[in-house]
């Protein structure tokens, strides 16, 4: 599965993104040019899961392998993903809110107790878990 979620801007603690697209692999010409268009170069010229991250290899972009299991709970208009990640032998936990209302994303937070941890994306994040787990006097904190 490919996911593509643009970043739009960051209000305080929160942070805006736009859904891109979603496909299955193998990917159909048009995720190929949405994915193109996100990443600012030419669309891969296959569909299949190693020519994508053939075509990103030879670009600027770093591939990081990631295993997600996540969970998700919908109720009155916002969406909770609740995800245990795996990241170069390191596990984490990771919290994602989507609500199109701002001040209700806000409560939202408070009230789950949220509003006090930093807010990562995984394109800031992924770096210093794979500079943690690479580190031999590192603990992993499970």
Known sequence: MLEIKLWRRSVGRLQFWQHGMRAEFPLPARAR???????DRPPPPGGSAAALCAALEEGSVRLVT???CRQLFARAGSRVELSRVRVAGSRRWSVALDDPDAGRAGALLARL?????PNLHYGLALPAIQ???SCPAREDVR
Do not use: D, Y
């Open 66 to 68: 990631v295993a997600k």
């Open 131 to 133: 500079a943690a787990a």
């Open 113 to 117: 107790g949220l509003n006090r941890l």
């Open 33 to 39: 040019e949405a994915l193109g268009q996100a990443l």
